[in-house]
């Protein structure tokens, strides 16, 4: 059991990882994908199940009549989907011998923690769960009713340069996005997206080109590509929007901590642990493009 000393100790050393937890988001906050790639939606933390309402437009719509003439009116039918939130979480020990020292000599440790929920958020949101039945970006993207670019279909691989025109390859990707979305992002690995500085025939790089396709008005805007080390795959990229009827990242709890009573060998569990999960709505907003 925890002692009166050790209570308040655990309480002032669970204050400082806190701090340091704050502390890492404010310092990685702009390189976390799913936080970043995706529209992000806050809930209550005492959500468990989130539901999405759809709403559809019924009747003719708006129409051209003749004075005194009243139109047919226009309605809406709903429908529901739901999606499960999911608990992330990872942990560390602190032996009670360590507890009585300085807090921060375990900061390195709650570091490393806040890194690893980051990551799996970001695998979540990328490749969601197969066993869970929850759908990521690449699945939606391989979902796409419309189509992909595919090593049969493309320009020429990323990497060549005979027939390259790598331009082409993500114009036409644009096509199979559906019509309702906008781009917002290339994503891919580092070695996937360090083609995009390679020049063209007329020695000017292809993000220089290609930037107006994600409405950039300066040439030189890359915040459009953006990299991940998550995507092991380096033959394939990804073109999304950011847009919340295709897909969001949905958070019900932030990183916190949670301690329990001392275990055996005097140790006391730290757990770091967050609630969240990817929702994809419309599996026709993201392209896959295979550039090898």
């Known amino acids: 059991m925890i002692t009166n000393d050790d209570s308040a100790i655990l309480q002032e050393a669970t204050e400082e990882w806190t701090k340091e937890m704050v502390k890492y988001v404010e310092k990685h906050k702009d390189n976390m994908t799913a936080r970043n790639i995706l529209e992000t939606r806050t809930i209550g933390a005492d959500v468990e199940i989130d539901v999405v309402t759809n709403y559809d437009r019924t ?58 929920i980051h990551r799996a958020e970001d695998r979540f ?35 060549g340069e005979t027939g390259t025109d790598i331009y082409d390859d993500i114009n036409t990707a644009l096509g199979y996005m559906d019509a309702e979305f906008e781009p917002a992002y290339l994503i891919g690995s580092r070695t996937a997206l360090q083609n995009l500085n390679r020049m063209n025939s007329e020695r000017v790089p292809y993000y220089k080109e290609i930037s107006g396709l994600f409405g950039k008005k300066n040439e030189n805007d890359k915040s459009w590509m953006w990299t991940t080390d998550q995507l092991k795959d380096t033959d394939k ?28 060998g005097e140790n006391y569990p730290i757990e770091i642990v967050s609630w969240s999960a ?12 295979d550039i090898s």
């Open 125 to 159: 949101a990328l490749f969601g769960d197969d066993k869970l039945g929850v759908m990521g970006i690449v699945d939606a993207a391989q979902a796409n009713e419309n189509g992909k670019i595919t090593s049969s279909t493309n320009a020429g691989a990323w990497t």
């Open 278 to 289: 990817p929702e994809i709505h419309d599996p026709n907003g993201f392209v896959e493009i």
């Open 59 to 116: 009747g003719p719509g708006a129409q051209i009549v003749a004075k005194g003439t009243p139109p047919d009116k226009a309605g809406t039918k709903t429908s529901t989907d739901q999606f499960n939130i999911y608990q992330i979480a990872t942990g560390f020990n602190v032996n009670a011998k360590d507890l009585k020292k300085d807090p921060k000599i375990k900061n390195r440790q709650v570091d490393i923690c806040m890194r690893d």
């Open 237 to 264: 990229v990804y073109l999304i929007p950011k847009d919340m009827m295709a897909g969001e990242y949905v958070i019900s709890e932030n990183p916190r901590i949670v301690n329990y009573n001392m275990q055996p």
